[in-house]
């Protein structure tokens, strides 16, 4: 979710940036969307239905690339303090939407369910300890202990930059140090079981950040070498086709499981032997990691960054989506809570399956077209720069 660095608008010099994180960041704000609106048939053919992992892999791993890309120039421009500045004044940016997420999402189900009268949606929703002891829920929201349904991946976010200027320092006296750091730590928050737990039920994170800093550092060392024009991992032909070959095998077990949800007599394969190293996302199994990063090593195979296809008019939508992608993320989280009543409440077959999905993917597409307006406003009209800033 990593909206770290300048994008460019439309017509601006496109060889400047990779288009292809901005893409699957955008597409990946869909599948987040789509995932979370319960019995969502469009979720039978999102990133997980192909794979052990899902977007949320996807999020992580680009936040970390992005972060490094652009942090890492600016450390080796104005050294570690400003940089860690420059960190911070992020990481308070994504706090404070969080937390006015936080506020929308509670009076968005409080209302809802005072309007269809059913209370079923408070505990589904993970809300009741707010509206119970508000006073005591408030303060473990602001230290990002109570976290509601959906309301999970931002606090990790959060967590995971404002540990980054200590990475960023790590990969510039090595570029493997964080790398092999992280490694050690998320080995033994696997073995040890290590976790922050949350308000009130003391469960442990949905996210455990210490197990999914690893992606993210992972992410951050591929996009530091983007800067030291060094890549840190291997990268020979017979890696490149092991890694294709591990994402194929996964897609076909993961298509396997898929086609038996939505038609029970279709047999499973592998099940017994590998669900139960799938399925623990909390602490980002290693099934899942492995899955992952053979998929980022393929689609860097396959896909360039001067693929024809990032350069096609049905591309941009989802490019300008991953551009904006924090404001975009959060009105998704808020469309998929309206979705997901809507679908409960009234009517859930397919036409109105389809309208849920079509006006939250029209919602989400012209929120980002109006932020990259007002920006390439804010560039062009004299003086428009300096008011913008001073209001900030």
């Known amino acids: 979710m990593a909206e770290v660095a300048p994008a460019p608008g439309r017509g601006e010099a496109r060889g400047e940036r990779d288009l ?36 949320a892999e996807v999020f992580i791993f680009i936040s970390g690339f992005t972060a490094a890309l652009v942090y890492g120039r600016s450390l080796l421009r104005n050294g570690a303090l400003l940089v860690t500045a420059q960190i911070y004044r992020r990481v308070w940016q994504l706090y404070v939407a969080h937390i006015f997420l936080f506020v929308i999402f509670v009076a968005e189900v409080s209302y809802s369910v005072l309007v269809v009268h059913n209370p079923m949606y408070i505990e589904e ?29 931002l606090p990790l976010y959060i967590v995971l930059l404002a540990g980054f200027p200590l990475v960023l320092v790590g990969l510039r006296v ?80 993961s298509l396997d499981w898929t086609i038996h949800w939505l038609y029970d007599p279709f047999p499973l394969f592998l099940a017994k032997q590998l669900w139960t190293h799938t399925l623990d996302k909390t602490n980002l199994a290693p099934l899942r990691l492995i899955d992952f990063l053979a998929i980022a090593t393929t689609t860097m195979v396959f896909v360039r960054p001067d693929s024809r296809f990032l350069h096609r008019g049905w591309a941009w939508p989802l490019i300008v989506c991953g551009q904006h992608s924090l404001y975009v993320f959060c009105l998704g989280i808020v469309l998929a809570v309206l979705g997901h009543f809507v679908l409960s409440e009234f009517y859930d077959g397919v036409a109105m399956q389809v309208a849920v999905n079509a006006v939250g993917f029209a919602t989400m597409i012209g929120l980002a077209y109006l932020l990259e307006w007002y920006k390439v406003a804010v560039r062009r009209v004299p003086g428009a720069r300096a008011v913008a800033g001073a209001s900030e």
């Open 20 to 55: 292809r994180l901005d893409f699957f960041r955008g597409l990946s704000l869909f599948f987040i969307f789509i995932d979370h609106v319960p019995g969502n048939l469009l979720a039978y053919a999102t990133f997980h239905a192909l794979a052990f992992s899902d977007a």
């Open 125 to 153: 929703m993970r809300v009741a300890n707010f509206l119970e002891t508000p006073h005591l829920a408030v303060i473990r929201a602001l230290l990002l202990l109570f976290q509601p349904a959906f309301l999970d991946i």
């Open 174 to 253: 090595h570029r493997l140090l964080p790398f092999a750091v992280s490694a050690l730590l998320y080995g033994a928050t696997l073995f040890w079981g290590w976790t922050p737990h949350t308000y009130p039920a003391d469960a442990p994170w949905f996210f455990n950040p210490l197990a999914w800093q690893f992606l993210f550092v992972v992410g951050a060392t591929a996009g530091f070498s983007r800067v030291t024009g060094v890549w840190p991992f291997p990268a020979g032909t017979g890696f490149r086709v092991l890694a294709i070959a591990v994402a194929g095998g996964c897609a076909l077990v």
